[in-house]
């Protein structure tokens, strides 16, 4: 099939790609004329495993083309997915300006029968408003169909969450958007990946709900890890347990520092924002209640840290381990370890920060850190050193070797990723999140090996 793909940001250009990868001859478009040079030239403009040898691949095969042209997007397919970001506005609900944007540009082009498919996370009732609008501006008018195929892409995993799917979900207005989806998605319904063909407004509405379900999930979780410090549990056992329960399960129960990145924060506000214009008054608490525990996971380990340091951050040093919003990923944006970053800087610690893909992004936000080019250099001198980004590379850590760098042999584990017993044997003084207890005795061995 001919697919045009609109926005080459990350949800974009990983679509594009496994558009192509899936047999369909793809053109894909952006205004910014820079990302569209570099793509073109088989350059990924992101951290993303895997995806930059399927788009030379593709490129090779000439499955797939780049352009800046709406009119040449409108003529070539007769299937285009709207993949433009929808930011948070000041007061957090979602900005739609680009997509509207992107809208207005390819239908004016719009002259003959097409599909237009967004993939964007939006508020629900989004998309019947573009759908009038479509019309309205397309000289196809009526001939201008529209569905809602919203993504599930998790940053680092976004190939295979594109081509092994959990689920596919199609909210449209019309048989004849079925088919066409059917069709697009072919190869990947033959594999029994299921496919839920529904309404514009359920398909919107389980995006949102999806991130938000996955964010009180993490807050749920980080506010039992504030409980266990408060009555001296262990989260990391409690975890445990709960994974056990087949009801439960074990994913997005990690407890921490709390969850960042270009998604879920931006989309439970946004949630939050069309729950308020409906006056859904619960929810928006069950929301804003997500956020405000997600928020003060900061401040939790900001004041551990300045415990940690006697009562003042002021002149120490201090080395964070970890800055991108999660492992495998270099993206900076909302990110919890970074803002941490900022907030000791204020304090008036000196900042020495190591991660393994996200420096260059962070050096933009927060120029005035230092940053070391591996653990040992960050460490060097620091009177604490804070795990804020659990990438599986500090796993590897010998801590009897950084204990013969720094100042003190103290770690705050805000990921609680890190092998505390093997931390204190080397004589470090551990503070891991939820397992404050733990750390002070040494139950934390006996718990983590109860052989
Ligand atoms: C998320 C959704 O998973 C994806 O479906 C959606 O399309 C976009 O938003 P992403 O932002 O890439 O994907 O990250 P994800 O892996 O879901 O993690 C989000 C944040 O939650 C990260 O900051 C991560 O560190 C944090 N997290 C995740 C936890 O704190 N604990 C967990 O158990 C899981």
């Known amino acids: 099939m001919l697919v045009t793909v609109i926005g080459t940001g990350h949800i974009g250009v990983t679509h594009a790609v ?42 090779r095969d000439g499955r797939i083309r780049f352009t800046t042209s709406y009119r040449e997007a409108a003529d070539f397919g007769n299937v285009h997915f709207l993949c433009v970001g929808t930011p948070q506005t000041v007061g957090g609900a979602a900005d739609l300006s680009y997509i509207c944007a992107a809208l207005r540009g390819l239908a004016a082009h719009l002259k003959s029968r097409c599909l237009i498919v967004g993939r964007s996370t939006v508020p629900v009732g989004t998309a019947r408003m573009l759908l009038a609008r479509a019309r309205d501006l397309a000289p196809a008018g009526e001939r201008v169909d529209l569905a809602w195929n919203p993504e599930f892409l998790r940053e680092g995993f976004a190939v295979h969450d594109s081509l092994q799917p959990d689920r596919l979900v199609f909210g449209v207005t019309c048989d004849s958007a079925t088919r066409t989806l059917e069709q697009v998605y072919a190869k990947l319904l033959q594999r029994d990946v299921p496919g839920l063909f529904i309404d514009l407004e359920t398909a919107e509405l389980i995006k949102m709900s999806a991130n938000a379900f996955l964010a009180t999930r993490i807050s749920f979780i980080n506010a039992m890890a504030e409980v266990c410090d408060a009555v001296g549990a262990d989260v990391t056992q409690l975890v445990r347990a709960l994974s056990h329960d087949e009801r439960i399960g ?125 653990v040992s250099e960050a460490a060097e001198g620091a009177h604490l050193v804070m795990h804020l980004t659990e990438w599986p590379d500090y796993q590897a850590i010998d801590p009897v070797a950084l204990g013969k760098v720094v100042a003190s042999r103290v770690l705050i584990d805000a990921r609680c990723a890190l092998d505390m017993p093997v931390w204190q044997a080397a004589s470090w003084t551990v503070h891991v999140l939820g397992r404050q207890r733990a750390a002070r005795t040494a139950l934390g061995r006996q718990l983590a090996d109860p052989a």
């Open 18 to 59: 496994c558009m192509a990868e899936l047999g369909h001859d793809v053109l894909a478009m952006d205004v910014d004329e820079a990302m569209i040079a570099k793509v073109a030239r088989g350059e990924v403009p992101f951290f993303e495993p895997g995806l930059e040898p399927i788009l030379r691949k593709n490129l």
């Open 250 to 374: 074990g994913r997005y129960l990690s407890p921490g520092l709390g969850f960042g990145g270009s998604c879920l924060p931006k989309d439970i506000r946004a949630f939050q924002a069309k729950a308020t214009s409906l006056g859904l008054g619960s929810v928006v608490d069950l929301l804003r209640s997500v956020d405000a525990i997600n928020m003060a996971r900061r401040a939790t380990v900001m004041d551990l840290a300045t415990r940690a340091l006697g009562g003042s951050l002021a002149g120490q040093r201090v080395a964070v381990l970890g800055v991108a919003f999660k492992p495998d990923s270099d993206d900076v944006r909302d990110s919890p370890a970074l803002d941490i970053c900022g907030r000791l800087e204020l304090a008036g610690a000196t900042v020495s920060v190591h991660d393994p893909a996200a420096m260059p992004n962070a050096a933009q936000v927060h120029p005035h850190l230092r940053y070391a080019q591996s």
